[in-house]
């Protein structure tokens, strides 16, 4: 469709962000690594080949990463399903609860998880130091990712179609196998390796829940450069995660490529209907018990900390807040926290949209191999380590303009792992955008930019919504370049946590401004759901 | 004429000649590189600015071993004037690196001579503890006595009882290992590998950080766990009178084998406001900061002439004999002994 000039110049934008706050300073980190007196490394690379440790924790990262993922589609889809098809009470603020886990500090999570799987278990399971209790965090922190990419999908699909087959006799299993699983297919890649990626680069859950059997790559190169201060092995260790991620990327690209299905889209407004008979009652009931015990449980007990006092419940941790009753006033306030994070979120959300859909346009309309590459390194940000990414900044980033130590970048790394989100929603429903519909715009005469903007404008939106909640998930819950950055008084909300819970005793408040976080995030989510809400009539 | 021109053409070029001087002499700001524990109250860095008329920009590192990196990798054209927070177990890497300007604060001498390095790279601006806390209700409910050493930690009575922090993950747990490197030795009958052993034969619990250690796992104070002992700081019973209303200390610790912790400052090489930063130090080191540094980041100031605040007097217990480790040992065997832990413990 569209000219290959004008698909360069769209390309451009994105190609250049990404090399300049990507490329470039990943290069410069490892050069400066893997060759540090002009001479390659070699001896770091072989030990990392070589060590059977090395080994291990390379081969862990692989299989935690993919049962992570499997479990969390397995668990994710039938509740995607119910949120796409059904509506009931209080289906916008359980959705809108999904995205809350997302954002939240891993040790607050642990204490968390510990308290209902760990050794004082409320039902006697002890899930510590076992390789479940990974899992299970991993599942907690991604679900939203499968619930959300694949239901915006899911929610726009035609139920005729599953209908007609069923009245030719089809089961329920076959119809699902051989209509719905084949028109969703690129949602659930899409959604898959995402958690993927994140699964794979796991660091907060594997420190916090792990031991030294089960750690990731991820630790181990963080571990090298920090503890024992060899970047030279950490820039080996990090080759190896971007090799392994690129493989998978590759091998994801492949699968993608497969020719998806074009079905017509419509309005989220006719697909949800009310539950009717007792059986699909009982499938909405116990699809939300399954999400009530994986994700409000643990949310539950953080606000029950929030609210446990000396004196038994009360509001006292809340009130410390505002009001700290020590001389020393060290800590930032509930309400600037809020406005330094937001002032953070919205700038990456502006970035991560413009650039992602950019860049998702480009993926679909150009074809064959490059627009694979240009899609699997767009990805690659989410695969690769904090540590390589920050020290990377700091190494390159130093000319023309000194950014290191500039506010500006914060919203710029903030983006960098938001855009393979935009990037990843958008993608497919553009792709499933019917041909047809664009063609019978130009039949009756209008160009092409306009085709674009009243026929397929409408329908990324919707996607386009799902992919800057999590962009503004992914900026307000980020700590690493966010603390660095950010000075003590321009202190988010995840630093102000931080801060809270480096010494003994204000544990409570750390909880209270935890729970702040978590409403923080759902308004916002019921926020955006409420303006799709209202956008989506018009298809 | 002439005169007047020659005239006008020397006031430019003083005017010109002040201005880069004073250019020089005050940069637009100063910037100090810390760890993420850092800690100050409003109104304290602003005394240096009104002091100086430079204001002093904050950068901070999550960890201690991210900020030397940080450092190191930005050696030739850092990003900050001032690094801050640097302990004994960082500090021989760091100046093997060259990473500081030759430089000890002017009032050096309100430190005492046991916190100095030899050796002009550093100045020493606080100084803690790392021990073993115990939450003696729960020992009591147990029907156990305190343990009064580390070796007591490994007795079976206290099977199950005691939690640390991985030492190559998180700056307690290193700390309490070198302690009991140090208490215990490498060689002899009873080697720190042998108390480790019976360490993990008694079922302790290693967690990769302080939080989770204290938090998670502790039982005393704040901490929400099943297990009495654990790895944490001298000062960490007076935090917990501090922010609470009790009149007496929930925890206590064990005096023996407690590893003290200093940290320094140092001016970055490769500064371009060298003079500033020097000013700096000795402010760190002087009275405003050092008075301020016990409530915000429970560590003891360096300056023996900084009043303590009444909860650090009345409820700090200072172990008579720390253990201290030279910074050279502790680079050169650092690897070493980590490698060696984790054989031990996995």
């Known amino acids: 469709m569209r000219s290959k000039r004008s698909l360069l110049l769209i390309g451009a934008i994105p190609a250049v962000f990404l090399g300049y706050f990507f490329i470039y300073p990943v290069l410069t980190i490892l050069y400066t690594g893997l060759v540090p007196d002009g001479q390659i490394a070699t001896s770091a690379f072989s030990e990392a080949l070589t060590s059977p440790t090395v080994r291990g924790i390379a081969w862990f990262t692989l299989w935690q990463a993919l049962l992570s993922t499997l479990l969390t589609v397995a668990i994710g889809l039938p509740i995607a399903y119910v949120f796409a098809r059904y509506r009931f009470p209080g289906r916008s603020l359980l959705r809108s609860l999904t995205l809350v886990p997302f954002v939240l500090p891993t040790i607050v999570v642990g204490v968390a998880f510990l308290a209902l799987v760990g050794p004082g278990s409320p039902f ?93 790559l991820e630790v181990e190169i963080w571990r090298q450069a920090t503890a024992f201060l060899r970047l030279d092995l950490a820039a080996a260790l990090a080759v190896l995660q971007l090799i392994g991620v690129t493989v998978l990327l590759v091998l994801y690209g492949k699968a993608r490529n497969r020719r998806a299905a074009e079905l017509t889209l419509r309005p989220p407004s006719e697909v949800a209907r009310a539950p009717r008979t007792t059986g699909e009652w009982a499938v909405v009931a116990s699809t939300l018990c399954m999400l009530a015990i994986i994700v409000v449980t643990p ?24 009001n700290p009753p020590r001389a020393t006033a060290v800590f930032v306030s509930p309400t600037d926290a809020i406005t330094n994070t937001l002032q953070f979120a919205v700038p990456a959300v502006l970035i991560a949209s413009g650039i992602g859909l950019l860049a998702a346009t480009v993926i679909v309309s150009a074809s064959g191999r490059s627009s694979r590459v240009f899609d699997t390194v767009l990805m690659l940000p989410l695969g690769t380590s904090a540590v390589t990414i920050g020290f990377g900044f700091l190494v390159a980033l130093d000319q023309p303009i000194d950014l290191r130590a500039s506010i500006l970048l914060v919203p710029v790394a903030h983006a960098l792992v938001a855009i393979p989100f935009v990037v990843r929603s958008t993608v497919p429903v553009m792709e499933s955008i019917q041909h047809r519909l664009r063609e019978a715009a130009a039949v009756l005469g209008a160009s092409p930019r306009r085709a674009w903007r009243e026929v397929d404008l409408p329908l990324i939106t919707r996607a386009l919504a799902v992919a800057a909640m999590f962009a503004f998930a992914i900026s307000v819950g980020e700590f690493g370049a966010t603390s660095f950055i950010a000075r003590p008084a321009t202190a988010t909300i995840p630093v102000a946590i931080f801060r809270l819970l480096g010494r003994p005793g204000t544990f409570g408040e750390a909880m209270a401004m935890s729970v702040i976080l978590m409403a923080i995030v759902a308004v916002a989510a019921l926020g955006i759901e409420a303006v799709r809400g209202t956008r989506s009539g018009g298809v | 004429m002439k005169g007047l021109r020659l005239s006008v053409a020397v006031t430019v070029v003083a005017l010109v000649g002040a201005a880069c001087a004073s250019s020089e002499s005050t940069p637009d ?18 005394a240096f600015t009104d002091e100086t008329g430079v204001p002093v920009t904050v ?25 801050y927070g640097i302990d004994n177990t960082f500090l021989s890497r760091a100046i093997a690196e060259d990473l500081f300007l030759p430089y000890q604060a002017a009032n050096i001498d309100v430190a005492p001579e046991s916190l100095r390095i030899s050796g002009d790279q550093v100045t020493p601006i606080d100084y803690g503890d790392v021990c073993v806390n115990l939450d003696p209700v729960g020992l009591e409910d147990r029907g156990l006595g305190l343990p009064e050493s580390l070796a007591d930690l490994a007795d079976p009575a206290y099977r199950g009882l005691f939690v640390v922090e991985d030492p190559s993950t998180s700056s307690p747990g290193l700390a309490f290992l070198l302690a009991t490197i140090s208490v215990f030795g490498e060689e002899g009958e009873y080697p720190w590998q042998a108390y480790w052993g019976d360490l993990m034969a008694n079922e302790v619990q290693i967690v990769p950080g302080w939080e989770q250690a204290y ?35 929930p925890t206590s610790i064990i005096e023996d084998g407690c590893f003290r912790q200093i940290e320094y400052a140092g001016i970055l090489s490769g500064t371009e406001a060298e003079s500033t930063a020097q000013l700096l130090v000795d402010f760190l080191l002087a009275r405003t900061f050092q008075e301020d540094i016990p409530l915000n980041m429970f560590v003891f100031p360096a300056n023996e002439d900084a009043a303590l605040p009444d909860v650090f007097v009345e409820y700090a217990t200072v172990p008579a004999n720390p253990v201290t480790m030279d910074p050279a040992a502790i680079e050169e065997n650092r690897d070493r002994w980590l490698a060696e832990w984790a054989t031990i413990v996995r």
């Open chain 2, 215 to 249: 938090y998670g796992d502790f039982s005393g104070g704040s901490g929400e766990g099943e297990r009495p002992a654990v790895v944490s700081y001298a000062t960490s019973p007076v935090a917990e009178v501090y922010y609470s209303d009790l009149d007496a200390a």
């Open chain 1, 299 to 322: 949310l539950a007990v953080l606000i029950w900390r929030s609210l446990s006092t000396p004196d038994g419940l009360g509001l006292s941790n809340y009130a410390h807040l505002f």
């Open chain 1, 124 to 216: 006697g399971v002890n899930l510590r130091g076992t390789i479940w209790a990974i899992l299970i965090a991993h599942v907690f922190y991604n679900l939203a990712i499968v619930i959300r990419g694949v239901g915006a999908f899911w929610e726009q699909v035609d139920p005729h179609l599953e209908d007609a087959a069923r009245i030719l006799g089809a089961g329920r299993f076959r119809v699902f196998r051989t209509i719905t699983l084949p028109l969703l297919r690129p949602a659930i890649l899409s959604s898959a390796a995402l958690v993927f990626l994140f699964s794979f680069t796991s660091f907060g859950v594997i420190l916090v829940l792990g031991d030294l059997r089960h750690t990731t």
């Open chain 2, 59 to 83: 950068l901070q590192s999550a960890d201690a071993g991210t900020m030397v990196n940080q450092a190191i990798l930005t050696k030739d054209n850092p990003i900050a004037d001032v690094l």
């Open chain 2, 29 to 46: 700001e100063v910037v100090l590189m810390t760890h993420g524990s850092f800690v100050v109250s409003e109104g304290v860095l602003e």
